[in-house]
Nanobody
Framework: QLQVEESGGGSVQPGGSLRLSCGVSGPSGFSLDPYGVAWFRQAPGKEREFVAAISWSGTGTHYADSVKGRFTISRDNAKNTVYLQMNSLRPEDTAVYYC?????????????????WGQGTQVTVSS
């Protein structure tokens, strides 16, 4: 069983930046290497939506159109951590952001394809 923990959320003004971190831990000797990881978000009253995903090697990334060019997903397998750098934040980016992992070397935009989820971290963009 894996544990997924997000951090780095907070409140920021429009145009600001935040970096979210997703730490993944498991049994002794665990490595994030063979896992695809993604970020999703859910705003109040809305369904969960895909934000970004990254393959095990970090060379394969996908983004939702709404964040393309503003958000960057990356990973450090040595630290079992995935990051989401969010720049040029907008009020519509306000949501709870969730990190999810799946035992596959590829990534996916579908939440149902992920087995392990964190509790989420709140991001609020407001003036």
């Amino acid at each position: 069983q894996l544990q997924v923990e997000e951090s780095g959320g907070g409140s920021v003004q429009p145009g600001g930046s935040l970096r979210l971190s997703c730490g993944v831990s498991g049994p002794s000797g665990f490595s994030l290497d063979p896992y695809g990881v993604a970020w999703f978000r859910q705003a109040p009253g809305k369904e969960r939506e895909f934000v970004a995903a990254i393959s095990w090697s970090g060379t394969g990334t996908h983004y939702a159109d709404s964040v393309k060019g503003r958000f960057t997903i990356s990973r450090d397998n040595a630290k079992n951590t995935v990051y989401l750098q969010m720049n040029s934040l907008r009020p519509e980016d306000t949501a709870v952001y969730y990190c999810a992992a799946r035992p596959s070397t590829t990534n996916s935009r579908e939440g149902d394809h992920y087995d392990y989820w964190g509790q989420g971290t709140q991001v609020t963009v407001s003036s």
